[in-house]
């Protein structure tokens, strides 16, 4: 309703601006016209003593024009624009300057002066009247047709809004209303069986069809229900009858939507029949979401659809969950023990690529839940199995992820970045490893796909920033100048806080501007990009540079390249993927180096291993580069002892 009232009060003002200018537009002719008429009345007599150089008689004329109220200005003008007499009107009083420039005012004329004798084919003035208008009679003119039309409009705009609301509140609100109070008083014995009376004069409208489809699916409930009555053992065939077409109806949704899970959970050992008052149904019940749902189809089976799960990772986190629940101790009423359920979970995903039904589905979730629990106790399968080795290899990734967190067994390691003509030391890129199980440090070729996955990447990220202004303060304190690159992650440039957390780094290690800078992925998943690009102005006022890495991989559009060209990237890092094809094939590297050049911003080659390449870059007048060919990364300590030499020199 508010978008409406908007755009309705959008269109009148711009409705009533268009009428004024217009009505504005005539006044001013209307005054020019007048203006015109005055002129003429009098230019012969003043032509004639122009002629005669009779400045008395000329400043009378003049005089004999102060009496008409519309005029603010009269004077003679030479041909040179010099002004010979003018005569005095009172002063006008003030018009803002908006409505001046606005309408532009003040409305002038310029009425040439001939005398009698001139040339009818080539005339030449003697001279010329200008007479100008009084703005301030225009200025109230506006005024009152600005007034005037905004009273009759907000009028006009008050009786259609009492119109329309009289008309919604008889055809929609009241119908509504008297559906409302009836359903309100029904009593509790009636419900089953209430059918709402057809409402007069909407029987084709959508109160109609509301009411319709109210009362069929009130039959069909009380079908379902007498159904029941005569056979209390349907009750489960028909939780399972209507979850079948429930999940039908999801399988016919997939195109237009993402894919989901469907998950079958059987439980040995289930007490209380299993039903929703059971305590451990409901622990179940608790670890899922608002768009799961579960349905029992027999005394220890039970259905599951996550419609809301996409990724398989995430469907075996929820299947040990639920195994959890199902694991943990249940007190028995009956003796003083507490009992153990076990369990067995099948899962099977469709993502809408090979067309099924929901009973062909229904029992490929049943495969892998029986091979599960032929396996042994709480197993957990998916029915495709290679998926559920990946699964299960994703899960140990993330334990040993959360537990080197913990254990704070990450750190970085320093790869120089040099001057590749004369192997000076110029910079260095810090990157994140983490200690394995045999003391060496490393990192998988996906890690940062699962730190993300996981929800981890902000924390590591924090972590990775405090560790490079660490190592910068360190250097500091020993006079070392050398700038320090340490990457960011798209996930943590897109959180809220990062940048009160960043300035909190930079005060605390009290690092110099420019010492510390920040290398951002072009090929990150970045949603908004304008935010993004904006940050980084940000990130420039605070003392960081920026490191724009993977050029060429991500979002180089005409557009984003637009928007970079202002964007204050020091440095652009040509991808090692482009680097590694060198000298073959430089297309790739001559369309990163010419936009780098265009845009004036330093180029560094990444991936560099070979001399045949390192000599390529140089011919090409690029300078610096990072690679293998020069270091591979070292620990702290290891980099400062083995460049000790040239971060001092170069500081």
């Known amino acids: 309703m508010a978008a409406v009232s908007s755009v309705a009060v959008i269109t009148i003002c711009i409705f009533i601006v268009i009428q004024l200018f217009h009505f504005v537009q005539q006044r001013r002719d209307d005054y020019a016209q007048q203006l015109e008429n005055i002129a003429h009345s009098v230019r012969l007599p003043l032509s004639q003593a122009v002629l005669d150089v009779d400045l008395n008689e000329t400043q009378n004329i003049l005089n004999t024009l102060r009496p008409v109220g519309i005029l603010s200005r009269a004077e003679v003008v030479l041909p040179s624009q010099i002004t010979a007499l003018s005569t005095h009107f009172p002063a006008g009083r003030p018009v803002p300057e908006w409505v001046t420039r606005g309408f532009n005012l003040p409305v002038t004329i310029s009425v040439p002066l001939y005398s009698a004798a001139a040339s009818p084919t080539a005339p030449k003035p003697l001279a010329y009247l200008k007479l100008q208008a009084d703005s301030y009679r225009m200025y109230q003119f506006i005024v009152s047709a600005l007034s005037t039309m905004l009273t009759t409009y907000l009028l006009l705009a008050l009786i259609l809004s009492i119109s329309i609301s009289w008309c919604i509140n008889r055809l929609v609100i ?30 084709d409208d959508e109160l109609g069809m509301l009411i319709r489809s109210y009362n069929r699916n009130q039959m069909h409930w009380l079908k379902v229900a007498s159904i029941q009555e005569e056979n209390p053992s349907a009750n489960a065939m028909s939780s399972e009858a209507q979850f079948m077409a429930h999940l039908q109806l999801r399988i ?9 899970h469907l998950l079958l959970i059987g439980i040995e050992s289930l007490r209380d029949g299993g039903g929703i008052g059971c305590p451990l149904v409901r622990s179940i019940k608790d670890v899922l979401s608002p768009d799961c749902l579960l349905v029992r189809l027999s005394h220890n089976e039970f259905a599951l659809l996550a419609s809301d799960i996409v990724r398989s990772f995430m469907a075996m986190r929820l299947a040990r969950q639920i195994m959890a629940r199902i694991n943990a101790p249940q007190e028995s009423e009956i003796v003083p023990l507490s009992l153990h359920s076990t369990g067995s979970i099948g899962i099977v995903h469709y993502d809408g690529e090979v067309v099924m039904s929901a009973e062909q589905l229904m029992a490929s979730a049943r495969t892998a839940r029986i091979s599960a629990y032929r396996q042994g106790k709480n197993q957990i399968l998916f029915f495709e199995p290679a998926l559920t080795e990946k699964i299960q290899e994703r899960l140990l990734q993330e334990n040993e992820i959360l537990h080197a967190i913990e254990q704070n067994d990450f750190t970085l390691f320093i790869q120089p970045q040099v001057n590749m003509a004369t192997g000076a030391v110029v910079g260095a890129e810090a990157l994140l490893r983490r200690k394995m199980a045999d003391g060496s440090y490393g990192l998988e070729s996906d890690f940062i796909v699962l730190a993300e996955e996981i929800g981890v990447m902000g924390m590591l990220g924090y972590k990775v920033l405090e560790l490079g202004c660490g190592i910068l303060a360190r250097w500091q304190q020993y006079g070392i100048t050398l700038p320090l690159s340490v990457n960011l992650s798209g996930i943590q440039i897109q959180q809220h806080n990062f940048l009160p957390e960043l300035r909190s780094l930079l005060s605390r290690y009290k690092i110099s501007p420019g010492q ?24 420039r006022a605070v003392g960081v540079s920026i490191e724009l890495d993977d050029f060429g991989l991500g979002y180089s559009g005409l557009d984003y390249l637009n928007r970079l060209r202002s964007l204050p990237i020091d440095v652009i890092k040509i991808d090692r993927s482009f680097v590694s094809v060198l000298p073959a094939d430089d297309i790739m590297v001559n369309i990163v180096t010419s936009i780098g050049k265009a845009m004036n911003i330093r180029l560094i080659a990444e991936g560099v291993e070979t001399d045949e390449q390192r000599r390529w870059l140089l011919d090409n007048d690029i300078l610096f580069g990072q690679g293998y060919f020069f270091s591979v990364p070292l620990s702290q300590a290891e980099f400062e002892r083995q460049f000790h030499d040239q971060i001092i020199t170069g500081s």
């Not at 016919?252 to 989901?260: D, L, M, S, V, W």
Request: glycine content about 2%; charged content about 25%; hydrophobic content about 45%.
């Open 516 to 539: 510390l800078v920040l290398e951002i992925t072009e090929t990150s998943r970045i949603e908004n990009l304008d935010r993004a690009l904006l940050l980084l102005r940000e990130l």
């Open 252 to 260: 016919n949704a997939t195109p237009a939507e993402k894919g989901f």
């Open 174 to 203: 009241k119908p509504l209303r008297a559906i409302a109070c009836e359903l309100e008083a029904l009593p509790e014995n009636e419900i089953s069986h209430h059918q709402l009376s057809l409402l007069a004069h909407h029987d």
